[in-house]
Antibody
Framework: QVQLVQSGAEVKKPGASVKVSCKAS????????ISWVRQAPGQGLEWMGW????????NYAQKLQGRVTMTTDTSTSTAYMELRSLRSDDTAVYYC??????????????WGQGTLVTVSS | DIVMTQSPDSLAVSLGERATINCKSS????????????LAWYQQKPGQPPKLLIY???TRESGVPDRFSGSGSGTDFTLTISSLQAEDVAVYYC???????????FGPGTKVDIK
């Protein structure tokens, strides 16, 4: 069965960086993309970006350009999302999801359990 | 960016009754070359990740009960729950995946409760 297992909760200070991992299993990793979506406490869903697990092409949300980097390690079927220069409004649950698009971002059919990132001084 | 809006913000429906959620995009998400609407619907229950319900505006994901249906085209879309069940209490989001170079966007969500 398809599973996406994310790394554990993080507490970071403003200005620091965080790197969240997402290990995929139960499917051919390089046949899909991986999307990253975040959700601030009590708020809606915010699309952060997408990476093709086939060729590493990325597509980031404009508001995060320059602060976010998404990568994959096909040898371990793991995706990573690094967010730099953290601010208090980056406090959120971060989700990875399997994206049905391998060439462009589309819809997401399986989701990780979420990783809470808290930014606080 | 394509801006997605949803209405209502919340609604309460009696068990077994119909629930209707509307989603509107600031520009068309219908791709003329393949006549497909680049719109998906997700359900999120408290403390859980979102769950895919519908893609291509009206294609139900495998395993999703047939009481969930999606309709609409261009800029106006609807998610209908034909007979509300207790387990359908959740927040529902629409998402466009038309403007992939510029970024995908979610609607603000619609909360569905039992009356």
């Amino acid at each position: 069965q398809v599973q996406l297992v994310q790394s554990g909760a993080e507490v970071k200070k403003p200005g620091a960086s965080v790197k969240v991992s997402c290990k995929a299993s139960g499917y051919t990793f390089t046949s899909y993309g991986i999307s990253w979506v975040r959700q601030a406490p009590g708020q809606g869903l915010e699309w952060m970006g997408w990476i093709s697990a086939y060729n590493g092409n990325t597509n980031y949300a404009q508001k995060l350009q320059g602060r976010v980097t998404m990568t994959t390690d096909t040898s371990t079927s793991t995706a990573y999302m690094e967010l730099r220069s953290l601010r208090s409004d980056d406090t959120a649950v971060y989700y990875c999801a399997r994206d049905r698009g391998v060439a462009v971002a589309t819809w997401d059919d399986y989701w990780g359990q979420g990783t809470l990132v808290t930014v606080s001084s | 960016d394509i801006v997605m809006t949803q209405s209502p913000d919340s609604l309460a429906v009696s068990l077994g009754e119909r629930a209707t959620i509307n989603c509107k995009s600031s520009q068309s998400v219908l791709y003329s070359s393949n006549n497909k609407n680049y719109l998906a619907w997700y359900q999120q229950k408290p403390g859980q990740p979102p769950k895919l319900l519908i893609y291509w505006a009206s294609t139900r994901e495998s395993g999703v009960p047939d009481r969930f249906s999606g309709s609409g085209s261009g800029t106006d879309f609807t998610l209908t729950i034909s007979s509300l069940q207790a387990e359908d209490v959740a927040v529902y989001y629409c998402q466009q995946y038309y403007s992939t170079p510029l970024g995908l966007t979610f609607g603000p969500g619609t909360k569905v409760d039992i009356k």
